[in-house]
């Protein structure tokens, strides 16, 4: 199997913070050093959310902008991917970054049960994401909680409202939400080979079962995410040292496998995006 594979770095998140573990970047200069790092590491796609310097997640587009240029300056490139999540904001303020014009953004394009809470994303707000996604020219990343994701983006492209070729990111893990069981990974991934046989597909995996999804995605051919995001430790009783030291386990995974990594030429070529001045 010789086709590269992509690594995405989740860098922050909205919910570590640095009392969990002191190599969360909160900052954006603290988050641009990270991604710096993992950039080097391997990464070619950095998922970019922002937080208020006392660690509050927030969709500030000004912080935003501040990352997206500090990244576009210390790993030309790099794809960059901002987050329209929704533990940062509500509603339209959701997609207040989007006029900045990243490479990608998340997409979330159903609701679904986290932990102690409904992930709300109401089909308006959706339709909405997405038509501001059509009219910046930004790629969507489809983070898929359930099943009835890839079907409702496999709907939407058809139907005009995203442009393909898709890319759909299997989020495992999530307490009350897809269990990381690999007969459900197979057919999520036969799912999406049978309705969008041109898309792109990523695995990501919460907690201690990154490692796992990593193997499994890049075993399987697909593309995987890992960072400080997801997950915050390197095993059992050791919390993990940086963003680039889990960027550089996932590569030995890739090696293990006999994938390349994707440098960010492949990387945009793979995902349709224009090759910009490294």
């Known amino acids: 199997m010789t086709t590269p594979c992509i690594i995405c770095v989740a860098i922050t998140g909205s919910v570590p913070r640095k009392e969990n573990n002191p190599a969360v970047p909160i900052t954006v200069s603290e988050q641009i050093e990270s991604t710096h790092e993992s950039f080097e ?23 935003f902008a501040r990352l997206k240029e500090g990244i576009e300056k210390h790993c030309p490139g790099m794809i960059v991917q901002l987050s ?13 970054m989007l006029p900045l014009a990243p490479d990608m953004a998340s997409l979330s394009v159903g609701s679904n049960n986290f932990p102690t809470r409904v992930y709300e994303n109401p089909p308006d707000l959706v339709d909405w994401l997405a038509a501001e996604m059509l009219k910046y020219d930004v790629k969507p990343e489809i983070e898929a909680f359930d099943l009835s994701h890839i ?22 893990g999530v307490k009350n939400a ?17 309705l969008a046989p041109d898309a792109t597909w990523c695995g990501a995996g919460v907690g201690k079962d990154q490692v796992t999804l ?53 990387a945009r070529e793979i995902l349709g995006l224009p090759l910009k001045a490294g």
């Open 41 to 63: 590491a391997g990464a070619s796609i950095a998922h970019c959310h922002v937080r208020l310097d006392d660690g509050t997640p927030t969709s500030d587009p000004e912080r």
């Open 214 to 266: 990593n193997a499994w995605s890049i075993a399987a051919g697909g593309h995987t995410r890992t960072g400080l995001e997801d997950n915050i430790r390197w095993d059992r009783d050791t919390l993990a040292p940086s963003n680039a030291a889990l960027v550089r386990r996932t590569a030995e995974i890739c090696e293990k496998h006999a994938r390349p990594v994707a440098s960010w030429q492949q």
């Open 84 to 96: 329209t999540g929704g533990r940062s904001g509500a509603g339209s303020a959701r997609g207040g």
């Open 151 to 172: 079907f409702q983006a496999v709907k939407m492209q058809q139907d005009g409202r995203l442009r393909g070729p898709l890319h759909i990111q299997f989020v495992m």
């Open 178 to 194: 897809i269990p990381v069981d690999r007969a459900v990974f197979d057919f999520y991934v036969e799912t999406v080979r049978r």
